[in-house]
Nanobody, 115 residues
Framework: QVQLVESGGGLVQPGGSLRLSCATS????????IAWYRQAPGKQREFVAD???????NYVDSVKGRFTISRDNAQNAVHLQMNSLKPEDTAVYYC?????????WGQGTQVTVSS
């Protein structure tokens, strides 16, 4: 069974920073691409960033230069460092891994950017 456990969300002012973490098992962490998605109220879930087992990363254009995804080999976790946050970054952020045709999701963590 695939488990993805997110943490690190919260309330932050515009321009602030947060770091999200997604912890999983060693077998998943070492073999598969792990991604972050987000879903704002009334909107579809959208891709934010992903990172391969080899460390190659991809980002949606709206977060390039502000967000950084990284792998933590000691903790079997993927981190999403979010800087220069904007109100439009407000959403529930989900960790995701795809094993063949099956997608697995974490429970989500709320990020709210507001003054």
């Amino acid at each position: 069974q695939v488990q993805l456990v997110e943490s690190g969300g919260g309330l932050v002012q515009p321009g602030g920073s947060l770091r999200l973490s997604c912890a999983t098992s060693a077998s998943i962490f070492s073999r598969f691409v792990i991604a972050w998605y987000r879903q704002a109220p009334g909107k579809q879930r959208e891709f934010v960033a992903d990172i391969s087992s080899g460390g190659s990363a991809n980002y949606v254009d709206s977060v390039k230069g502000r967000f950084t995804i990284s792998r933590d080999n000691a903790q079997n976790a993927v981190h999403l460092q979010m800087n220069s946050l904007k109100p439009e970054d407000t959403a529930v952020y989900y960790c995701n891994v795809r094993l063949g045709p099956q997608r697995y999701w974490g429970q989500g963590t709320q990020v709210t950017v507001s003054s």
